[in-house]
């Protein structure tokens, strides 16, 4: 690509008039430029090796020292910025789909998908940028993130509904669902009921691009995520406590987790626990509110058997009680 050519696409300053007309990939890593890359600037600290390496061009948002004039050196409003503008222009020349669907879908798809033709987006612009500009050509790119897609390729597919249940649901609980898939007995999948209807959506979507993937292990990390807690708020296996907090990112599977709590767990003393500030309304279940973990913490030793957790801000609990432990550990030795 010209070096003028790529100025223009990242809506860039050329601050000279180097010697060099073209480069050939542009470079997150001063490590792994290579002669004639043009490497994106994150730290200036790295751009003597990055120049050492043969770098044809230092992309920064800082006005920064001309050290050698043979090179272009193209100054930028924000990295992040430019990277988004260069992924739209990438984008059009790969032959490749890009598709949009829910979070829980999301999930689904990146625990059972077992081919390497089809790479996840997430909200991390530089992480994106890898994978894109690395991704080979028909790969399939799927991401939960709307605005992501309309920043790098506005022209994304839905992934469609179905109204097929490919799997034959044999039994349920909260948490777990057993089921038959082309005659495989699948026992204990941590895969709340309430998601069902993501998993068979998952699997027509990857059954209509013939993409191979295994339901052998299904894992849902941030919906419906049920860690097991005893009074002392020590994290125990699963299923083994009636204490159960349960983390929940998304709000819009919330009202359908409390009607899953209150119709399966009738007897049980629920609880659901949002961001201060948060502003809808819940029926049919005590609400409680937070400013930060520590204050999550306090509330799970009430007398609750669910704690159901909006954690929009994905706060790490799990990690949290682990520290808890360990400082409860240290204090008893001495």
Known sequence: MRIESLAKIIDGELLNFPSITYIDQLKLDAKQVKRADAYICKDSKDIQSAIKNGAYAIISEKKLDIIDQEIAWIQVDRVEKAIIRYLRYKTIQLDSKFFLCDSVTFEILKGITSTKNILFLGNDTFDNFLQIVNADNNTIFVSSDKKVLNDIYPAYLLIEDTKTNFVKVIKKTLFTTDFIYEDIYYKDVHLTPIFLNELNKSIKFLKKLSLSFSLADIKIQKHFKPIFIDNALNIKDFGQTGKVLIEEIDEMYIKKEIIHLNCNAKYAKNILIVPDGYEKKYEHIEVRVYTDIHDIIELSK?????????????????????????????????
Not at 312 to 333: A, M, P, V
């Open 302 to 334: 009430e007398n609750y058997n669910f704690f159901l957790i909006l954690n929009k801000e994905k706060k790490d609990i799990f990690t949290f009680l682990n520290k808890i432990k360990q400082i409860k550990n240290e204090r008893s030795l001495f």
